[in-house]
């Protein structure tokens, strides 16, 4: 809980195995070869004065603080710069290097204004510790000399400011922008005393290319750089490390705090996602969750036509579990249902879970995982035997091909984005696999070496010509293909990719890609070392989703890229609990650790823990409860922390479902979108409100911990807990450490994980067992998790979308995420973050544009089989021709008007990819669009008290 | 439920087991799933209809799977 500060070692770790001995100030010294004087100084606690070095960048030998004498060496050099040698003598304090570094301060601070008892930095100032370190007691220099105090400050970013005056030109924000974020967006303009920070162009930092991740002003040693939340209010006095609620990357923060106040979110040097990295959204976009559309009171009301009322906890409660009951009583026990939420914690999603099962009765839990990775789930379950990826994200920093598919990293997951650009700078070669140029293919120092442009809907036919190359070009890895897998179904599965259906040549109609391109890219990938697959929501939101993830699996089987770090298939999670939701059982037709409901052994073992008898038969789907909705047969709904009313498909049919149940409970932070359809609200608590723990996309349960008071009262866990008491099942958990205590008792890859091994290891990868007690960064080693060990082999054949262009709809529509927002926006949209897209927008090729008479920022309607609305049309060649391009971070935009009920065949994941539209200029909002507005305000009207 | 619905979910399901040549293991795969991730009123609702409309609206395959989850006895 302190605010003691991370250690900076001043130069970045080595990992060589060669140990080097060596003397530094008489102390013996052994560090591996390859390691800074520096670093290996501060190893033993000798802190060598410096300013243009820290730990989290290569060093630079720029600001001669940290000159030091080495026995039988020549002059004074930087320490950080000098690598250790076997039986150097390293001397750190001396007078002659007191002298030269006291005459460097001197000449820094000549030309910085003395305001230390009023600037933001005060205290937390590396210049600052070093003009006390190296005993600066006077400045020689003539203040009135040419100098920069007079530089205009930069405060267009929302969230930090650019004060040049401050500025020591150490380069430490430019080479963070370089290597930990892969931007370049900054530089150093000039040359001698007019050297300055440029961002772009000389521009300010909101008109640059700069994403606002915050790795320059983690890395600023002065007040140059500073956070405008430390400027307005003081800085932070303690700090707790907790885990950011954003994306599937699943960042370590410490959430740097005033009392219950947070200061500030700082990236945790110790993290093991994210090596002290982070984005602009667990950065800075926390203020959310203190923001003024929080609801903090719990309501109930009659009819969705009816003014809220607000009642105490007990009220809401009892009214709640009182409806459901009543539901459950006059249609059924099947009659009602739940949902949970990526956004929530493994302990809660399980309760939610066991509430439904146990507590109603049955099993109609789904989770958001449902629309987005679920097909994740069901493909690699039948590959491989776990429905998880196969690495760390470090594993990434050994691949030497990698292939990226449907996923768009550098603003989906940014920091994972930032470190797998790091390794492509590195030399590893890139395939890019996307109807629509990502920044991936094209930005500083990376450029794709193949982008398979291939048309919406295609992915299968693609892995197949990929697959095809492989299996006729003899690229197997027949060792592989032997040791580790199902061989009858691999011959099998042999004998029908090779027929000439599958080949590149056969596709190419299908996919647009050229077939040259296809095999070219095969062999890069079948030919590497190390060749690791990286996909996304591309990839899963199709008809065929699951059919894709198989076909990866298949593919990565065949070539042996599994097992070992390096390689892999890495499905990059959307949300930030993703796995975890779904590890936790919130399928409906799987308990915890994704054993199937109808398996006797594991219902029986829940049956007992648990006290009573459960269903064997699996619950209705999020769709399904749709359409029983409709049809009369489900008519309550829990729903903890998702909004379904907008990110769902063919969202009129939602709406409509919606409308017809009897009672929608909604748990959330806000009255978000399915809440204007709810008859209970219960107010929520966000991620720095609670305990418990997320599991991110790399299978990785880190700790969630609570820094500020729940502003309703209750953390989320104590919500459900309370409705199950009131349905009549008894929950009694004091903590959220009791819920993982019981996971792990009852899930065997689990079974080693406790809150005391999390706070001791920082974070485990599961499976933690007995056999791998700390965890496990790489699946699939020795053996698969199927019975058999053995990896399956599955027939992937491409089928046609039944979304088809027409005349009528001639456009594909695709959607995707932006870096600023996340998700359906709750969050993001009650930011600063709008600063950088405050609207969603129609991203259309210029040909197509050009057809239609449109000029960018044109009002477009856009209009699907299933709906119209209406977005500004943005003029881009990202996209190509016959394929238009938009995100869903806005409830008004409507996108999910327009996609279509179809959906996976395997999970029912909806086809959010491959919407036939027409697109034409409009003058006014769609029709849907005025009725969302007229019926968004007046539940608006209805949360105000009468 | 939505009969239309059923339908082409389970058609759905048809189209990746008609990769397997042999229709027999086709037709257990895709009955396989319907019983794994079907909630027992879609299926009672598909079967209904199959028996009803002489599976009208299915495929070859999907009409044989379903054909055999009806001739299954609840082992549960």
């Known amino acids: ?946 | 439920m939505h009969i239309e619905k059923l339908l082409s979910m389970a058609n759905d399901i048809a189209n990746f087991f008609n990769a397997e040549s042999d229709k027999d293991i086709a037709a257990e795969g895709v009955k396989k799933h319907i019983l794994r991730s079907w909630d027992p009123r879609m299926r009672k609702a598909i079967i209904q209809h199959y028996t009803a409309a002489n599976g009208e609206g299915l495929s070859p395959l999907a009409g044989n799977a379903i054909k055999k989850l009806s001739e299954m006895k609840d082992d549960n």
């Open chain 1, 1 to 946: 809980m302190s605010m003691t500060p991370e250690k900076d070692f001043g130069t970045p770790a080595i990992s060589a195995t060669q140990m080097v001995n060596l003397e530094i100030d008489g102390f013996q010294v052994i560090a591996p070869a390859g390691t800074s004087v520096m670093r290996a100084a501060s190893s033993i606690g000798i802190d060598i004065p410096k300013l243009c070095a820290t730990d989290s960048i290569e060093p630079f030998g720029s600001c001669r603080l940290c000159v030091v004498e080495i026995k039988g060496g020549r002059g004074m050099p930087a320490s950080c710069t000098t690598p250790i040698a076997e039986g150097m003598v390293v001397t750190t304090q001396n007078k002659k290097l007191a002298d030269v570094r006291r005459g460097v301060m001197e000449l820094y601070i000549s030309d910085h204004p003395l305001d230390c008892l009023t600037c933001a930095a005060n205290g937390d100032c590396e210049l600052q510790d070093m003009a006390g370190a190296v005993g600066l007691r006077e400045v020689r220099y003539n203040p009135a000399g040419e100098n920069h105090l007079n530089s205009v400050k930069d405060e267009s970013n929302p969230y930090f400011t650019f004060d040049p005056s401050k500025c020591i030109v150490c380069s430490r924000c430019v080479r963070a922008c370089e290597e930990t974020q892969g931007t370049f967006a900054l530089t150093i303009d000039g040359r001698g005393f007019d050297s300055k920070v440029s961002p772009s162009q000389n521009q300010p930092f909101m008109d640059s290319e700069c994403v606002s991740c915050g790795a320059c002003v983690q890395a600023c040693p002065t007040a140059t750089l500073m956070e405008k939340s430390v400027i307005d209010h003081g800085t932070p006095e303690h700090a707790v490390v907790t885990t950011c609620a954003y994306c599937g990357v699943g960042c370590s923060f410490r959430a740097e705090m005033k009392g219950s106040q947070v200061i500030r979110m700082v990236p945790n040097k110790d993290g093991k996602a994210n090596h002290g990295h982070s984005c602009v959204k667990g950065r800075f976009a926390f203020g959310y969750a203190t923001h003024k559309d929080r609801i903090t009171k719990p309501m109930i009301r009659k009819s969705i036509k009816d003014h809220w009322q607000e009642v105490t906890w007990e009220e809401a409660i009892n009214y709640a579990a009182s409806e459901l009951k009543r539901i459950q009583e006059k249609h059924g026990k099947d009659s009602i249902g739940g949902i949970t939420s990526s956004r929530c914690t493994n302990e809660e999603t399980y309760l939610v879970q066991k509430l439904i099962r146990a507590g109603f009765g049955n099993n109609n839990v789904d989770t958001c995982a449902r629309v987005c990775h679920s097909p994740t789930g069901y493909g690699l379950k039948q590959t491989f035997g776990e429905s998880s990826g196969t690495q760390n994200f470090d594993s990434v920093m050994k691949a030497d091909v990698i292939m990226v598919i449907g996923a768009n990293p550098t603003d989906g997951h940014p920091v994972f984005g930032s470190q797998m650009k790091k390794r492509l700078r590195q030399g590893a070669k890139l395939i890019v696999v996307d109807p629509r140029e990502i920044d991936l293919v094209r930005t500083p120092h990376v450029a794709a070496n193949y982008h398979l442009k291939l048309r919406p809907s295609s992915n299968v036919a693609l892995i197949n010509a990929i697959a095809h190359v492989v299996v006729t070009e003899s690229l197997v890895d027949e060792e592989f293909v032997k040791s580790r897998c199902d061989v009858e179904s691999f011959n099998k599965w042999r004998n029908f990719i090779a027929d000439k259906r599958h080949a590149p040549e056969a596709t190419e109609s299908i996919t647009g890609v050229p077939a040259a391109d296809i095999r070219a890219a095969a062999k890069l990938y079948a030919s590497a070392k190390n060749g690791a697959i990286y996909y996304g929501l591309g990839v899963t939101e199709h008809s065929q989703g699951s059919t894709m993830v198989i076909g990866i699996a298949n593919l990565a089987m065949a070539t042996g890229n599994l097992g070992r770090e390096g390689v892999g298939v890495n499905p990059l999670r959307g949300q930030n609990n993703v796995q975890g939701s779904c590890d936790m059982g919130s399928f409906p037709h799987e308990y915890p650790g994704y054993r199937h409901v109808s398996d006797k052994a594991t219902r029986q073992l829940f049956e007992q823990n648990w006290g009573v008898s459960l269903q064997p038969e699996p619950g209705l789907r999020i769709p399904n409860m749709f359409d029983a909705a409709s049809d009369g047969s489900f008519l309550g709904l829990y729903v903890e922390g998702e909004d379904i009313a907008q990110s769902d498909p063919d969202i009129q049919h939602v709406h409509h479902a919606l409308r017809s149940m009897e009672c929608v409970i909604v748990q959330d932070l806000f009255l978000n979108e399915t809440a204007k359809f709810a008859h209970v609200f219960l107010p929520g608590s966000s991620f720095l409100e609670k305990n418990g723990t997320f599991t991110n996309a790399e299978r990785r349960i880190s700790p969630v911990r609570k820094v500020m008071p729940a502003l309703a009262s209750y953390e989320d866990w104590e919500i459900t807990q309370m409705l199950s008491n009131a349905m009549g099942y008894p929950m009694n958990y004091n903590h959220p450490s009791e819920i993982m205590a019981e996971i792990a008792r009852l899930t065997p890859s689990f079974s080693g994980v406790s809150y005391e091994k999390i706070d001791q290891l920082g974070s485990i990868q599961w499976p933690c067992t007995d056999d791998t007690p700390e965890g496990t960064p790489t699946m699939h080693e020795h053996e698969f998790m199927r019975d058999n060990g053995k990896g399956l082999f599955m027939l992937t054949e491409f089928v046609a979308s039944q979304e088809k262009v027409t005349q009528k709809f001639p456009l594909i529509l695709t959607t995707g995420r932006i870096l600023s927002q996340y998700n359906v926006g709750a969050q993001t949209r009650r930011t600063e973050n709008n600063a950088w897209h405050a609207e969603d927008l129609l991203e259309i090729h210029p040909h197509d544009a050009e057809d239609r008479g449109l000029k960018d920022q044109d009002w477009v309607g856009i209009k699907s089989r299933a709906g119209e609305t209406v977005l500004r049309a943005k003029i881009s060649e990202r996209v190509q021709p016959g394929v238009v391009y938009t995100t869903f971070h806005f409830p008004e935009s409507g996108a999910n008007v327009i996609t279509t009920d179809n959906s996976d065949w395997a999970t029912n994941c909806p086809e959010y990819k491959v919407t036939a539209v027409q697109v034409s200029k409009v003058s006014h909002p769609s029709e849907w669009q005025q009725d969302y507005q007229a019926f968004s305000e007046r539940q608006l009207e209805l949360l105000a008290k009468e």
